[in-house]
């Protein structure tokens, strides 16, 4: 699917990777809507930041289905029928290796691969390909507190490179994605191959004691 042109929504599109995944879109020639819970107005000064013109700000909670739904009205209203629909959900390293520390967030992100999966089947003969992307630990503010821990993790039990994936790397993928038309129902990791593990070294800390608040 091309960029140029298209309409494309950004769920979380005021965070860190929703962020940097809609100015990248809209770099090349996307309209985008960024679909977030900030207030509206704050919403809105933000997306003009983003782009004068060709990106909108809807407050939607995508948790809430009739929130989504009439957020999607909005899109269509505003920029047109989103014409050809590729989804791209985010997974985690998390969801790939299940241990004590991402007691919740770990299924949960199991959940979420496992429904690009099912839904790639389901949406398939409506022409709309889903993947999710995994990656490790991405500068964020949802990283912000507690990427030291998870930076000395890294450099543990992360193959190469031992460092937090920059932002533009998923980016990269999200643009591969979307342009990719054969790619379909499939996990990318992009995590150095770190293997999160649970140290059970007789004398060791607990991790579950230096979890920095993930649950
Ligand atoms: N940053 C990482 O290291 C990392 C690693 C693996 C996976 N992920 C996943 O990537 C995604 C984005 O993470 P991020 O690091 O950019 O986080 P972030 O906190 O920077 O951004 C998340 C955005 O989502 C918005 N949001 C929260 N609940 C919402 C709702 N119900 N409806 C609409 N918007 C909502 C927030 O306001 C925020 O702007 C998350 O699913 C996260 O689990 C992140």
Redesign the pocket.
Known sequence: MKIDGNTFIV?????????AVAKALLSRGAKVAL????PAQKGSLLAAEYHPTDAIYVN?????ADSTKSGVQIVVEKLGNLKGVVIIN?????AHGLYARTLC?GPS?VA?AGITRSMADFLGPSGIRVNSI??????????AGFSGYFNDDLLAHAAFPRK??PVEEIVRTVVYLVENAYVNGEDIRVDSAWRLVTARTPGARDPRDLAPGLE
Do not use: E, H
């Open positions: 769920t979380g599109g005021l965070g860190g990777i929703g962020g679909f977030d819970v900030l939607v909670d995508i948790a809430n985010f997974s985690s390293a998390a967030y992100k979420v995994s990656p490790s630990i991405v500068q964020s503010n949802m990283t937090p994936v």
